[in-house]
């Protein structure tokens, strides 16, 4: 994930290719925190990592799922750690993946770079290549050590550097969560925790930030009555009208419709019906079974076998999807 070889010290890292904008800069046209927080609703778009049949990054296939997501309506698309499985990619592909996130919605939604777990040099360094290449937000992760003092200055240079929008991705504590929200550039939160930390977490912030479903359609109806407006949706990166049946339904408040169209499609697919469970794996062999992307994932990752795509391609035919 991160080459300590290319970057050996901290000023090189700080100083590396693309870090376009001075700390505190805002690049021209860019959507301020306000403008990213009212505009953020609706469908999202998590475009996942892809891979050719060498195990390099399809970036063709990527673009594919991309536009799957503009005709799904997405009003935003993203990258995030887990998704775009950080943990398997150089930084140098995580830089080319938000480049290419941006060029291929091509200004017709919102735009989300994203950090890893990272220590705060390397989160500055992408952060600022996010901004310089045309994000509308960066989503910066809580790293897995560190007080409370040191997370919020890790979250201030990461916002200057930006100097954008913010998302923010962990279960945040809440002390540490009423420290950063005291700066503008703190806009969202991603959720997708245990209900009654959602719930605390709504009580105090849903005021302040946009929070949005990391999971489900369904996470998504359950705090709708709390003011939630943006959710991820898995079936825009495959099935664009099922995606846009759903979030008209909602928009016309129609929420019993909303909850059928969850029980027709959501859990029998998130169920990993013909595979047995849900995996990176299967999300990957549905892009395949519907002519988006390659079954492929990097090793020691097990890709589908062909009896597994034809399965997948049944099933998506019995949904009425293929």
Avoid at 264 to 290: K, N, S
């Amino acid at each position: 994930m991160y080459d300590a070889g290319k970057m050996s010290t901290r000023r090189s890292l700080l100083l590396s290719a693309g870090a376009a904008l001075a700390p505190g800069a805002r690049a021209s046209g860019a959507v301020s925190p306000a403008e990213f927080r009212r505009r953020l609703e609706g469908p999202i778009c998590s475009a996942p990592t892809v891979y050719n049949a060498d195990f390099s990054l399809d970036l063709a296939s990527f673009r594919r799922v991309v536009e799957c997501g503009v005709k799904a309506g997405c009003s935003a698309f993203t990258l995030t750690s887990g998704n775009n499985q950080y943990d398997r990619l150089s930084y140098d592909e995580i830089k080319g993946l938000t480049r290419t996130l941006v060029e291929a919605v091509a200004g017709r939604g919102l735009t989300i770079g994203a950090t890893g777990p990272w220590w705060t040099g390397q989160a500055v360094d992408y952060a600022r290549y996010a901004a310089g290449v045309g994000v509308d937000a960066v989503q910066v992760q809580l790293p897995p050590q560190g007080s409370t003092a040191s997370l919020v200055e890790h979250f201030r240079q990461a916002a200057r550097a930006a100097g954008r929008a913010i998302v923010l991705h962990g279960q945040i504590p809440a002390p540490l969560m009423r420290k950063l929200v005291e700066m503008d550039e703190i806009s969202a939160y991603k959720e997708e925790y245990p209900p009654m930390y959602s719930r605390e977490i709504f009580e105090e912030f849903g005021g302040r930030l946009n929070i949005f479903a990391g999971g489900q359609k369904g996470n998504f109806l359950t705090y709708r009555p709390f003011g939630m407006k943006a959710y991820y949706s898995t079936f825009s990166t495959f099935a664009p009208a099922v995606a846009r049946e759903f979030w008209t339904a909602v928009r016309n408040n129609d929420m019993a419709a909303a909850g059928k169209i969850v029980l027709r499609y959501d859990v029998p697919f998130f169920r990993g019906t013909p595979v047995g469970a849900w995996t990176h794996a299967y999300w990957r062999g549905t892009l395949e079974a519907h002519g988006l992307a390659k079954r492929f994932l990097r090793p020691p990752e097990e890709s589908l076998t062909d009896a597994h795509i034809a399965g997948i391609r049944e099933f998506q035919r019995k949904l009425g999807l293929l």
